[in-house]
């Protein structure tokens, strides 16, 4: 009997699943990115925040889907790691993109993009993502991601964009000077995290005519950029996963609608796809 683990990595959390004899048990770690966490960085985190709580279940099989996977130097790194804390296991470790295919599509062709605090998008063939547009990270990209709303929030705000009544309710919200948005921007980590914390903003004020284009010229331009370069787009469901995706697809649904084409799943996370997938 296989007992398998299956783990959905971002850099912020994972979650890991646990299948053994028909019982799952969920298991929330923190993130596990090559780029931001060494070899024994993660050994450490996993002897500390997952091993105790498997309770040495006998894991045969692990399907680990992470940030920072396509650089095979980074994906390596993840594979030694797991193979020293579970010798016996079979080990596969793949990128997060792969995973929302997997996840999106089952085994049946389609277009499975990513809309979280990044953005991604491809044409799976029902085995292998065949093409993928090029993510070139939120300073240059992610257009539709929760960084990419977020930064046009901030900018609508500190432009002065925003009517009074909006201005009003970010001040609300928000009570941060001008001085510490910019400083948090270009001086501190993370800034992706940060600019895509500013999204909430737009789902708490829906109904608003700025906050509407907002969502939806942040959307269009992910269509414009990466689907349209898919021929496949065309003739193949486009589906969806992520917090941004799942909390604007009345967006998503309208956007495909305008431009033709087929709105397939829209998912808020990858989990019960891939069981469904490895079941």
Known sequence: MSTILIADSGATKCEW????????????????????????????????ELLPKLK????????????GLSNADNAKIVKQVLKKCFPAAKIEVQTDLLGAARALCGKQKGIACI??????????????????????????GDEGSGAYLGKKVIQYYLYNTF????????????????????????????????????AIFLAENRGHYMIENIIEDGLNDFFFTHLYKYRETWLLPIHFIGSIA???????????????LELGKVLKAPMQGLLDYHR
């Open 17 to 48: 699943r646990l299948v053994e004899n028909g019982k799952k048990k969920t298991i929330i770690t923190q993130g596990i990115s090559p780029y931001f966490l060494n070899a024994a960085q993660i050994t450490a985190l996993l002897s500390k």
């Open 56 to 67: 040495k279940a006998p894991v045969t099989h692990i399907h680990f889907y992470g940030t």
């Open 115 to 140: 809309l979280g605090t990044g953005s991604n998008s491809c044409f799976y063939n029902g085995k292998k993502i065949v093409k993928n547009s090029p993510g070139l990270g939120y300073v240059l």
């Open 163 to 198: 009517d009074e009544e909006l201005k009003a309710r970010f001040e609300k919200r928000f009570q941060i000077s001008n001085v510490e948005i910019l400083d948090h921007v270009y001086k501190k980590p993370l800034a992706n995290r940060y600019l895509a914390s500013y």
């Open 246 to 260: 799942f909390g604007f697809r009345d967006v998503l649904k309208d956007l495909c609608n305008t431009y033709e």
